[in-house]
């Protein structure tokens, strides 16, 4: 299998403008994860899906974020409009399920984005 | 609340030289507890897991970690690094109840030198 694979590695972009961050989860992986890595806060869960269905976006940091799951071989995670603070790694992860017995959480590479 | 501390932000070693990383992590019953390693420019990747029964666990790339309960600890070691080693390391824990929603902590960062 391909592993999770997320586009684009990285994006440089101007405050105000829309970004749209891409992932493919490993195919058969019911559930889907988005975290964001800073230097300030490390890895933090942001939403994450089940059958693409959003089940938890309580770490979604604001009504700028926005992510979709429009089925289960793609996500997309938006912020509109982006400002320098959300400058960040975004990591897509999946998993088989949703107990770490069963489901061990397979990462992409990351999305760099720098928000100028 | 659960967190999860790793005390060294930076460590550099030798090359052939052992290793342990430190994490310390704050939980009521019994953590599910993982170490995962990111290379540069590279994403997470699971190392070893701890979930219930021998308190040291044996992982990938000749890494093991040892559960302590009294200590509140969930060391990663090995006795022999090698310069692909080099990375970051994250430890994390998970919730009651198994799930996937797991916390890491801030992450050590590795250099080795030769």
């Known amino acids: 299998d391909a592993g999770v694979i997320q586009s684009p590695r990285h994006e440089v972009t101007e405050m105000g403008q829309e970004v749209t961050l891409r992932c493919k989860p490993i195919s058969g992986h019911d559930y889907l994860f988005w975290y964001r890595q800073t230097m300030m806060r490390g890895l933090e869960l942001l939403i994450y899906f089940n059958n693409n269905v959003p089940i938890d976006d309580s770490g979604m940091p604001e009504d700028r974020f926005s992510a979709k799951m429009p089925n289960a071989s793609f996500s997309t995670l938006k912020i509109q409009p982006s400002e320098p603070r959300d400058s960040a790694v975004y990591f897509c992860a999946s998993s088989l399920s949703f107990a770490v017995h069963t489901g061990e959480l397979f990462f992409g590479e990351g999305s760099r984005l720098t928000v100028l | ?114």
């Open chain 2, 1 to 114: 609340a659960q967190s999860v501390t790793q005390p060294d932000i930076h460590i550099t070693v030798s090359e052939g030289a052992s290793l342990e990383l430190r994490c310390n992590y704050s939980y009521g019953a019994t953590p599910y507890l993982f170490w995962y390693v990111q290379s540069p420019g590279q994403g997470l990747q699971l190392l070893l897991k701890y979930f219930s029964g021998d308190t040291l666990v044996q992982g990938i790339k000749g890494f093991e970690a040892e559960f302590k309960r009294s200590q509140s600890s969930f060391n990663l070691r090995k006795p022999s690094v090698h310069w692909s080693d080099a990375a970051e390391y994250f430890c994390a824990v998970g919730p009651p109840g198994g799930y996937n929603k797991l916390i890491f902590g801030a992450g050590t960062r590795l250099a080795v030198h030769p």
